[in-house]
């Protein structure tokens, strides 16, 4: 039996295609379009660079971060975010720290990236911040510390002490920070000799996250409204120091002081957002000298299917009316408990599609990418919009297989390498998909459409 193919009119995207290297000529007028300068990424963080190639285990691959930011400055990307890690088990704090040196000092101010720091978890690898003896809710020192004052354990002393040399390290080399991610509901950790595990849903308490954010936020901000200006370097003033990207689903439960499980009858990201700026940490705050909230905006992870628990985006237009949904009532919420409070800026610090999900494509992808930065962008009340994410991470295949990424690069899962992947030296990506093409054309920037004529041909 033979089948007519017909190919329609259509324009090419590159779907196996090999990344640009320079900008195309050819410049058509994108359909649609937002403030570039709103453009953000989630990339992969230049600790996993170090290691990479396990046949030369002390090589950090610069030309991966250099690969790295030529793509993101050719997609229309403005700024990205980066995680910190610190690993005792690999290195020293400095050890681990020098390995963003060269993507921080060299590849962003070549290719005009602006930087978010996170400043999460990541900063302690040792031990888990629910863990009841060694976390974030381990019990208070009763004595004071000379410059952190009370409410301390060593958790907290520990990441202060880090994320302060980061601050002081970099100085206007990074342009924001994120304090946490996700602390309003933690991810599962299955159970290891001598720890039992978390389930996933948890929080920590939004007194104990209000309390870190303010500590660090004082003593990051606090000269320009308690001493002499002269005192405080002119670097900071430029830097936003935002609350960490909350999940929209909420929590199951609240971890308090010494491990103690709260269940509040509303534990939604309305509810947490609203104990950030009730808790006595953020009104002592603001009530002092500086009568503004120890904060500059507010993270957030409006992933639609996150939202209603299981769920596919079969539909783009229904998942992006439930997310503009859920926005407003966080700004409802906000602007309930005064002004100030509600006129903070969102901070979208991750947005995403993976395409290996049930029944999602890269095309949904692009689709899905094209509306969320359309949508969001138009928003007055949405600073940047940090798509997750550059490339796609382990596990490659199976029910679990996180493809996220605007392009692939080739890695083998292997548990010898930074994040159980070793990544092909280099970073060249083997796939880079349509939404890659699809922010280049949001930000402005002049794309490639290829016409195929109409074609019909006899097929077996």
């Known amino acids: 039996m033979l089948h007519k193919l017909i190919i329609p009119l259509l324009s090419l995207f590159f779907l196996t295609v090999m990344p640009m290297t320079s900008p195309p000529t050819h410049s058509p007028t994108p359909a649609t379009s937002i403030d570039p300068g709103r453009i953000g990424m989630v990339i992969r963080d230049p600790w996993y660079d170090l290691g990479n190639d396990l046949n030369d285990p002390t090589y950090l691959d610069t030309v991966a971060q250099d690969r790295m930011g ?16 610190i690993n005792e088990q690999v290195g020293s704090v400095e050890a681990n720290l020098a390995r963003y040196d060269y993507f921080i000092d060299t590849v962003a101010p070549r290719h005009g990236l602006k930087i978010l720091g996170l400043l999460a978890f990541g900063l302690i690898t040792n031990a888990d911040p629910r863990d009841a003896k060694y976390g974030m809710v381990a019990p208070y020192q009763s004595s004071s510390h000379p410059l952190y004052g009370f409410g301390l354990n060593d958790y907290i002393i520990t990441w202060l002490d880090r994320a302060l040399l980061i601050a002081n390290r970099y100085q206007q080399r990074i342009h924001a920070y994120e304090l946490l991610n996700e602390q309003n509901r933690l991810p599962p950790v299955a159970a290891t000799p001598g720890q039992s595990g978390f389930a996933g849903g948890e929080g920590i308490s939004p007194a104990i996250t209000a309390s870190l954010h303010t500590k660090f936020y004082r003593l990051f901000r606090e000269n320009r409204c308690r001493y002499a200006p002269t005192l405080e370097p002119s670097w900071r003033d430029a830097i936003d120091v935002i609350i960490g990207g909350l999940h929209p689903r909420g929590s199951s439960s609240y971890i308090a002081l010494d491990g103690v499980i709260a269940t509040p009858p509303d534990m939604s990201d309305a509810a947490y957002l609203e104990a950030l700026f009730t808790s006595s940490a953020f009104r002592g705050y603001q009530g002092g000298s500086c009568a503004h909230y120890p904060t500059d905006g507010i993270g957030y992870h409006p992933y639609p299917v996150e939202i209603v628990g299981v769920a596919t985006l079969a539909d783009v237009n229904e998942e992006l009316a439930r997310m503009t949904v859920r926005i407003n009532l966080l700004r409802t919420r906000l602007t309930a408990l005064d002004a100030q409070a509600g006129a903070s800026p969102f901070w979208i610090t991750e947005i995403g599609y993976n395409v290996a999900y049930s029944n999602q494509n890269m095309s949904g992808q692009a689709l899905f990418l094209r509306e969320t930065f ?3 962008g138009s928003r007055s009340d949405v600073a940047v919009i940090f798509w997750f994410k550059y490339e796609d991470f382990p596990p490659a295949d199976g029910s679990n297989a996180q493809r996220w990424g605007i392009v692939r690069i080739p890695f083998q899962e292997d548990p ?5 992947a070793c990544y092909a030296r280099g970073g060249e990506p083997s796939l880079v998909r349509p939404s890659y093409m699809v922010l280049r054309e949001i930000a402005g920037l002049p794309i490639y459409r290829i016409h195929l004529p109409l074609v019909a041909r006899n097929l077996p």
């Open 374 to 376: 359309t949508t969001l």
């Open 70 to 85: 030529a793509m993101l400055a050719s997609a229309g990307v403005r700024w990205v975010r980066l995680e910190f890690i």
């Open 416 to 420: 010898r390498c930074p994040g159980g």
